[in-house]
Nanobody, 121 residues
């Protein structure tokens, strides 16, 4: 399974971005998909995940601002990021795994290459 993320960029605080992640190869629409992010010197942190039937979980810091969704027919997951803050600046990685628990442990099997989100103050 290959994951290709896109949509990062530079935006001012309060602005928005939409990340996309398309899966290809031996894909399976029943996989859970989601997003993590990492800044230099810090551990990679969970952002959001969605199961194939639409069960969603967010980390507390993005609740009410970010929205994750997916299109199973396109094997694509999206992350709509609104009301962005400078502390959202990070490389954002999409991930996929057959098992939902992998997102709880931060160990999904498949990872995208990362897309940089920079929020200026």
């Amino acid at each position: 399974v290959q994951l290709q993320a896109s949509g990062g960029g530079l935006v001012q605080a309060g602005g928005y971005l939409r990340l996309s992640c398309a899966a290809s190869g031996r894909t399976d629409s029943s996989y859970s998909m989601g997003w993590f992010r990492q800044t230099p010197g810090k551990e990679r942190e969970f952002v959001a995940r969605i199961t194939w039937i639409g069960n969603i979980l967010y980390t507390d810091s993005v609740k009410g601002r970010f929205a994750i969704s997916r299109d199973n027919a396109k094997n694509t997951v999206y992350l709509q990021m609104n009301s962005l803050k400078p502390e959202d600046t990070a490389v954002h990685y999409c991930a996929a795994d057959p098992f939902l628990r992998a997102f709880d442990t931060g160990t999904p099997e498949y990872w995208g290459q990362g897309t940089l989100v920079t929020v200026s103050s």
